[in-house]
């Protein structure tokens, strides 16, 4: 062990080395790129997922031609009587040769292959016109792709019925690099006029959207013909038509580049409502609760079932300014952040009577996404003049806060 050689860190590593004193503390930290690339408590299985991650590569593009070739152009010439499909073929670096250099293909066995469509990739160049990302190994542009339904959102009428806002199914993927890919196309038949039935079709497919519509379709259109006639003594009759294709299209490697982008899926929180209940006495509540257990029981309902609890009892004598003082809640961000303090631009909802005063216990304290207990709270006052201030005991709350935490307060606000 003593000969093994130390393995340098990656970026991800050396910014997580950064960020773990601060963990360790108990302070909670704002989810940015970093931590949400190392938040394991993110991560999604990937086991029954019938839906892989998107990769685009020169061979996709490659069979998008040869697809459009044989199932939307379907090239077919009349031979001796008889209509045939021509057959359409990539031309490897041995197959390419042969008909560069003889002016036509045989297969192994040393038959002339006639007609044939034969192509083959000639250049690549980067368009740079669409985007361009800063970094490659660290990609911020995505785009996010929604599943009509899924194990977390499966079609039923009780969702309907419940009002009930399903959990959504989403894929990330990062925004591809866009280039311009050429093609030389050959076009071999016995005769002119079979040939030029060739030409008329592909020239008709130009400026169009070439591939399988199920995967990728690829733009591409046609600059230019070169027409070959060879007939010489003691060799077979050949027509030939030599045809440029320019093809606009995307890549995402799949590599680790695609990893390092974050590519992923992920399930939004699926929403659920409480509605305010109030009475007078505690025979209410209680014909209440014997009338909605049947339910529970019987659905199984719960709030990690994500279903809305829709249970209103207004008793009577109480006010509409009550009901509407209850019914509050009201989200407020901190504008001004120090050591134990913070200032929002806000106002306390007066109670009504009989109800008690509006104090800190009516609200909910959050900094950095994190709930902070109410015991660690010294106050939270009115200002009176369109703000309030809440003070922080930082020996119970085992930090400190500093001018860039989020600090949010959910309650009672004007």
Known sequence: MRDRKPIPKNQAEIVQDTITPYLNQGKPVSQNVFTHRDNRALNTTRKTDKIKDISIGLEDIDFALKYYFENVIKPTIVQDGNRMDVPVMYGSPERWKSVQADGYYRDTNGKLVLPLIMYKRSGIEKNKSLGNKIDGNLASLFQTFETRYNQRNQYDKFSILNNRIPSKQ?????????????????????????????????EYASDSYWGDANRWQFRTSLDSFGITNNINTGE???????????????????????????????????????????????????????????????????????????????????????????????????????????????????????????DKTSFTYFV???????????????????????????????????STDQVIIIGKFQ
């Open 170 to 202: 989403y894929y990330v993927s990062v925004v591809p690099d866009y280039v311009t890919i050429t093609y030389e196309c050959v076009l071999l038949t016995n005769y002119v006029e079979q040939n030029n039935k060739l030409i008329e079709a592909i």
């Open 236 to 358: 077979d009759r050949v027509s030939s038509t030599t045809v440029s294709l320019k093809v606009n299209g995307y890549l995402i490697a799949d590599s680790i580049n695609q990893h390092l982008s974050d590519t992923n899926m992920h399930f939004s929180p699926a929403q659920i409502i409480f509605t305010m209940e109030t009475s007078d006495n505690s025979e209410t509540f209680a014909a209440i609760n014997k009338q909605a257990a049947p339910k529970t029981a019987m659905g199984g309902a719960s709030i990690s079932d994500s279903y809305n609890v829709n249970i209103t009892n207004i008793a009577a004598g109480v006010t509409n300014e009550v009901s509407i003082y209850l019914a509050t809640s009201k989200t407020k961000y901190a504008s001004t952040v120090t050591t134990n303090t913070a200032t929002f631009s806000a106002a306390f909802l007066a109670a009504p009577l009989p109800l008690s005063p509006t």
């Open 368 to 402: 950095n996404g994190q709930l902070v207990d109410i015991n660690s709270v010294t106050d939270f006052i009115d200002n009176g003049n369109g703000t309030c201030t809440l003070t922080i005991n930082t020996g119970l709350l085992q930090y400190t806060l500093v």
